[in-house]
């Protein structure tokens, strides 16, 4: 049996100061450009290794202002460590995504990570590459959702549970989602039969 470590997390503010501390060591860009599971942007490539392009987009799913600190104080909560990943470079800024997960224990600096194990957190900083900004329409409706080999990424949150956690203060369960959408829908109808 392992023990049960205690985690001394820091408030985001010192984790942020530190990952832009490895970007900068790295001589990667320490400008951030945060985003979530929606502004991901899988599509098939047959050029690049392993056939799969990531890019992403913020037009179509805009990020708010109070998302990564709503998902570091959630993933705060949990016992895996709290990833900070950089996908690549944008204009000149390192685009990033908070992913947390157990699966991330097995992680080494081998793998690219630098760990910090007293607070729980590997930052991953990753290869000196230019990542697309997807702007057009028909590629993001046409972009990957399945069939797609597990990423890394795939470990993030998304913004509807950061939408969740600002108003019901958890995690919805896919019933309780369902629920809600459905009540919408009845209101949508309900209000033109006035």
């Known amino acids: 049996m392992q023990p049960?470590?205690?985690?001394?997390?820091?408030?985001?503010?010192?984790?942020?100061?530190?990952?832009?501390?490895?970007?900068?060591?790295?001589?990667?860009?320490?400008?951030?450009?945060?985003?979530?599971?929606?502004?991901?942007?899988?599509?098939?490539?047959?050029e690049v290794p392993g056939g799969i392009h990531i890019g992403?987009?913020?037009?179509?799913?805009?990020?708010?202002?109070?998302?990564?600190?709503?998902?570091?104080e959630h993933f705060c909560e949990a016992d895996g460590?709290?990833?900070?990943?950089?996908?690549?470079d944008w204009k000149g800024r390192s685009?990033?995504?908070l992913l947390a997960d157990p699966w991330f224990g097995e992680k080494t600096e081998r793998d690219g990570f630098v760990l910090h194990p007293e607070w729980g957190i590997w930052f991953h900083p990753g290869q000196k590459i230019e990542?697309?900004?997807?702007?057009?329409?028909?590629?993001?409706?046409?972009?990957?959702?399945?069939?797609?080999?597990?990423?890394?990424?795939?470990?993030?949150?998304?913004?509807?549970?950061?939408?969740?956690?600002?108003?019901?203060?958890r995690v919805l369960t896919p019933d309780e989602r369902y629920s809600e959408a459905m009540i919408e829908k009845l209101r949508r109808i309900f209000s033109h039969a006035n």
């Open 95 to 97: 685009v990033c995504i």
């Open 81 to 88: 460590p709290i990833v900070f990943y950089r996908l690549g």
């Open 56 to 72: 992403f987009q913020t037009r179509f799913a805009p990020v708010p202002q109070e998302a990564l600190d709503v998902a570091y």
């Open 131 to 169: 990542i697309e900004e997807i702007s057009d329409l028909r590629r993001w409706i046409r972009r990957l959702r399945r069939e797609r080999p597990l990423h890394d990424v795939d470990f993030c949150m998304t913004l509807v549970a950061v939408d969740e956690l600002q108003m019901h203060g």
């Open 4 to 46: 049960i470590v205690t985690l001394n997390r820091p408030r985001l503010e010192a984790a942020i100061q530190t990952w832009k501390a490895v970007l900068g060591e790295r001589g990667l860009a320490t400008d951030l450009l945060w985003i979530f599971e929606e502004n991901l942007c899988f599509e098939r490539k047959p």
